[in-house]
């Protein structure tokens, strides 16, 4: 070889380990070339130094051991024996110990060579303390929450659009259903078949509305046999990339509807008693002249007489008369289960009128009603109960006599908390008003202004829980001597 092939030669020799240099020295991770078994270090690169803590001038030359790099000294030996007998290591998780002392944990990958007639080992590890300690508490945070949600009274749920559920927590308090059984069951198969249509309603004016939040109640399939039931919110993040469903929160409210449904029948037993003494004086008089007109027929006929019809007339109107006044007081003491209904509020404050003259005394009672038919949803006879409980209250703010006026209808859009479309009734009277340290207790269950005897402190905390169980509001506004008026709301329904 002439002197201008061997420069170019040594020339392009020179290159090649230049470009190792610069490869070998600019790899961020540690790389070392050893001797094995012994495990002396004959190379180490730059990521060598800055993740041990040891300058090359220091390593090279020594031994892993000596450079105390193995806080676990059997480690390394499994390590090595693994790498002599297979060849190579891949992704073995160790700890390796830095100059100042603190113990890392390192990712290591390795392959044994032969140079120079001895054994080597090429390893290459990767820093992964931060790594693993994010990971670690990522899991600890993650196992946080699902103890939560496993330990909390409440179900949470997720719904997709396509109506399986994505998530649900722990379904086994409720439904006696454990979560991965409900994977394949559509939400709506435990869903009590008279609640369902209420409940895709509800989910489709949910869903048309980005963000849009409802409060529902419905009834769900135990595992029993039986139903419990639920109040939940739910809340649209259909358009959130992580949620993409509707998140319910859930919670068993059966043994408090069962509680309220006690607390309802209790009062309506005491109103009911004071209908019955303000009714009493008025089925005495219809009884009197039933008997009046049968004894005027009777004489007539014993006499031979043709017989005045009138009289039979005013017996069939009377006899009416007190047949829907009994109707009524039946369809007020009658215990039933809180189940909702559509009802015509506009119906129900004529009829409820017609018995109010009996419970009021010699206050006027004035009915004012929209036009139509405003239909909400509630129990059967909670609406005739809170007209019964806001009548008594006004009569005993008016004990000289005074105006009691019922009156319906029918608001919307009342403000960013209340959106949409609401039936109103309102009562107000001309009493002497509310104080306004009394006006903040007023919903407060057994809070009472009343004597001993005269009231449980009951009526109004019920009227708070009937409105709220049917998704309504109640507002009240009062000044001493100006009297009181309370708005009922309740979510309008056009079936």
Request: hydrophobic share 40%.
């Amino acid at each position: 070889m002439n002197s201008d092939g061997k420069a170019t030669e040594e020339s392009a020799l020179r290159l090649t380990e230049e470009k190792f240099a610069k490869v070998w020295a600019s790899i961020p991770h540690s790389v070392s070339l050893t001797i094995l078994p012994e495990g002396r270090l004959v190379d180490v690169n730059r990521g060598f130094e800055n993740v041990t803590g040891h300058s090359r001038d220091e390593a090279i030359g020594r031994t892993t051991p000596e450079l105390d790099l193995w806080p676990d000294p059997e480690k390394r030996m499994l390590v090595v024996d693994e790498g002599i007998r297979r060849g190579e290591v891949n992704a073995q998780e160790v700890p390796f110990r830095r100059k100042d002392g603190e113990v890392r944990i390192g990712l290591l990958w390795g392959r044994t060579l032969e140079i120079g007639g001895r054994l080597h080992a090429l390893t290459f590890m990767q820093d992964v303390t931060e790594q693993r300690r994010l990971e670690r508490a990522i899991a600890e945070r993650e196992a946080f929450y699902a103890a939560v949600l496993e330990r909390s009274p409440d179900v949470a749920l997720v719904i997709g659009t396509d109506r399986k559920l994505r998530f649900v927590s722990s379904a086994e308090a409720v439904l006696g259903i454990a979560p991965r059984d409900l994977d394949t069951i559509d939400p709506l198969e435990v869903v009590h078949p008279e609640d369902r249509a209420r409940l895709v309603q509800a989910f489709a004016q949910i869903g048309a509305s980005p963000h849009g939040t409802a409060q529902l109640r419905f009834r769900v399939r135990h595992a029993n046999g039986g139903f419990r039931t639920v109040d939940a919110i739910a809340r649209n993040h259909l358009d959130d990339p992580i949620v993409r469903g509707v998140i319910i929160n859930a919670r068993d409210v059966t043994e408090q509807v069962a509680l309220e449904a006690h607390r309802q029948h209790a009062q309506r037993l005491e109103l009911l008693g004071r209908l019955v003494s303000g009714i009493a004086h008025d089925y005495s008089n219809l009884l009197a002249g039933i008997v009046l007109c049968t004894e005027i027929t009777l004489d007539s006929m014993k006499k031979g007489m043709t017989v005045d019809p009138a009289p039979l007339e005013d017996v069939l109107m009377l006899c009416r008369q007190a047949g829907e006044m009994m109707a009524a007081m039946l369809a007020f003491c009658r215990r039933e289960a809180p189940q909702t209904i559509v009802v015509d509020v506009n119906e129900n404050v004529r009829s409820s009128a017609r018995l109010l003259s009996h419970l009021v005394g010699r206050v006027r009672v004035v009915v004012s009603t929209a036009p139509g038919s405003l239909r909400i949803r509630c129990g059967a006879g909670q609406l005739e109960q809170i007209i019964f409980n806001a009548a008594v209250n006004a009569r005993d703010a008016m004990p000289k006599g005074g105006t009691f006026v019922l009156e319906t209808s029918v608001l919307a859009d009342e403000g960013e908390d209340i959106p949409g479309t609401w039936v109103c009734l309102s009562v107000r009277d001309t009493g002497v008003g509310i104080a306004p340290e009394v006006l903040a207790h007023l919903f407060d269950p057994f809070f009472t202004t009343k004597g001993p005897g005269q009231g449980t402190g009951l009526g109004l905390a019920i009227v708070r829980d009937i409105i709220e169980q049917n998704g309504g509001r109640v507002r009240v506004q009062s000044e001493l001597g100006q009297g009181t008026r309370f708005d009922f709301l309740f979510p309008a329904v056009s079936e």
